[in-house]
């Protein structure tokens, strides 16, 4: 189930012309996700992080998915309003699974594996 | 471990959060121990993820830190010379399972966090989340705390 999310993760094209698992995406500063998280900073909750994966995957297959698990998920970088980060899609080690890692400003922000009900 | 209706501090616990408005999804604490905590919480259909009145199960992820959050600070409420930190910070996840691909929206979520191990600032939180009373997601977490 992936609700739309273009009104607080925007698709944006990427500086070139990207591979066909990179997808870019910016951050609305106005996005709802800031709404208490946190008042005197605010980031992006970390499962945006995974809603922002799950956005890219969809544009990518052109179609939903049914997430069953996630492994090895690290959020090492906190994303902000305004940022525009890239997400990378590949292969997962794990039979119907997907590797994704969200970048910002050259850096890893996110990295895991999303693992779905086959099919 | 305590019953909320004896202990005034559960309700300190889920203040102490630095989550607010439709940020802030876990609303009571029902009992709470050393390393252990079970409390209530709702995705409200306003939430940026509900669609159609539901919402993605992953979602309980953020619900599952924001127990562990709330017994971290309960923990804290009864140390001394502790300085102030903001909880909640989820900065891993190891592993999850989702049973279900999503949950109605505006309905309490039973969740439980169990402390599995804390290398200060950084701690790890069994959690389980369930609805009507069948379990729909279990993880293993990472939470970071922060000083403020």
């Known amino acids: 189930m992936i609700p739309p999310l273009e009104t607080d993760l925007i698709p944006i094209p990427g500086p070139s012309a990207p591979p066909s698992d990179s997808w870019w995406f910016r951050v609305s500063p106005q996005s709802r996700w800031f709404d208490g998280h946190f008042d005197d900073e605010p980031i992006l909750p970390g499962i945006a992080h995974l809603a922002l994966a799950l956005a890219a995957l969809y544009r990518q297959a052109g179609r939903d998915r049914t997430l069953t698990a996630l492994r090895g998920v690290r959020f090492s970088r906190p994303l902000r309003p305004g940022d525009e980060v890239e997400v990378l899609l590949s292969e997962g080690t794990e039979p119907s699974s997907v590797r994704f890692e969200i970048r910002c400003q050259g850096q890893r922000a996110t990295l895991g594996l999303l693992v779905f009900a086959p099919g | ?148």
């Open chain 2, 1 to 148: 471990m305590t019953s909320a209706f004896s202990d005034p501090r559960h309700g300190l616990g889920v203040g102490l959060l630095p989550h607010s408005g439709a940020a802030r999804l876990l609303t009571d604490v029902v009992r709470s121990g050393p390393g252990f905590v079970e409390a209530i919480g709702k995705v409200g259909a306003e939430h940026p993820l509900a669609s159609g009145g539901r919402v993605p199960s992953f979602l309980c992820l953020e619900l599952g830190a924001q127990a562990a959050a709330a017994m971290e600070a309960l923990d804290r409420l009864g140390g001394a010379g502790e300085p102030a930190r903001r909880s909640g910070y989820l900065v891993r996840v190891r592993e999850a399972s989702f049973i279900v691909p999503d949950l109605p929206a505006d309905t309490p979520l039973h969740v439980t966090a169990r402390l599995e191990s804390a290398a200060s600032p950084l701690a790890i939180h069994r959690i389980s989340v369930s609805v009507e009373g069948s379990e729909c997601l279990t993880a293993v977490i990472g939470t970071f705390s922060g000083t403020r």
